[in-house]
């Protein structure tokens, strides 16, 4: 397979928006990922994130080797923790949580995780990952025991984000949480996205085609779903093929 992050490059460079479905392990049953994965195969969805934040360990490895049994899109890694790396996955998102300031999420957990990407032909993804409040507390917040950012204070969130690349993330991701009662705003992703040179993913609380368009129109070139697609059966017909 070609770099999947090359490709995602390429397709931003052609005007084309990316569409990832994010499955978590902890929430999706092994005899349902053949009628899903079929549904994901239907839709526009361009790539398969892996992850959560309380996985278990094992369970990850078996999911992924499943799900790639049933689609050729690339199935990329979204983890929470160390135990979710597996080599069955094509790549990884390898996140550092750049708006919390808790050090085992911002290097602690990656240098864990040398040793098992070691053992792996993954390509790894450093990824600049930024929590924004959405109305309620998220797994995220919980686990990692940081803080979102305020959406009020736009200029912290460019700069954290801008500040990410100047780091050297080849992505940044602005993430509302999964289960989101509301989308991160246009005006935040327009802001961010007229700031960095690298490509922009926004996630978490797009419950709709309106929802998604919004996002891609603000200038998100990756938009993340996940729970909508697996509770809207309306959703999963907007965005078909």
């Known amino acids: ?37 079929s549904k994901i195969n239907q839709s526009k969805a361009t790539h398969i994130f892996v992850g959560g934040s309380e996985v278990n360990e094992g369970v990850t490895e078996t999911l992924v080797e499943d799900i790639k049994k049933h689609t050729n899109l690339p ?16 790549a990884i998102l390898f996140l550092s949580l750049i708006s919390g300031r808790n050090p085992d999420y911002l290097i602690g957990k990656h240098v864990d995780a040398i040793s098992k990407l070691r053992e792996t032909n993954l390509e790894v993804v ?23 950012l305020k959406r009020n204070n736009i200029k912290k969130i460019i700069d954290t984000a801008k500040a990410g690349e100047l780091l ?52 998100a070139d990756l938009v993340v779903i996940g729970t909508a697609f697996e509770q809207d059966k309306s959703f999963f017909n907007e965005i078909k093929k």
């Open 168 to 219: 050297g993330k080849k992505l940044i991701y602005l993430e509302a949480g999964s289960g989101a009662t509301h989308a991160i705003e246009p005006e935040i992703i327009s802001k961010v996205k007229e700031e960095l040179n690298i490509p922009l993913i926004v996630g978490g609380g797009i419950r709709s085609k309106k929802g998604l368009e919004s996002a891609y129109k603000a200038g």
């Open 75 to 90: 199935v990329i890694l979204f983890p929470g923790d160390v135990i979710q790396i597996t080599d069955k996955a094509d």
């Open 1 to 37: 397979m070609n770099s999947i992050y090359q490709n995602i490059i390429t397709s931003i460079s052609k005007s084309e928006k990316l569409l990832a479905v994010l499955i978590d392990p902890d929430k999706m049953r092994l005899e349902a990922v053949s009628k899903f994965i």
């Open 126 to 148: 450093s990824t600049g990952y930024l929590l924004i409040e959405n109305g309620k507390e998220t797994s995220v917040e919980r686990v990692s025991k940081t803080k979102p």
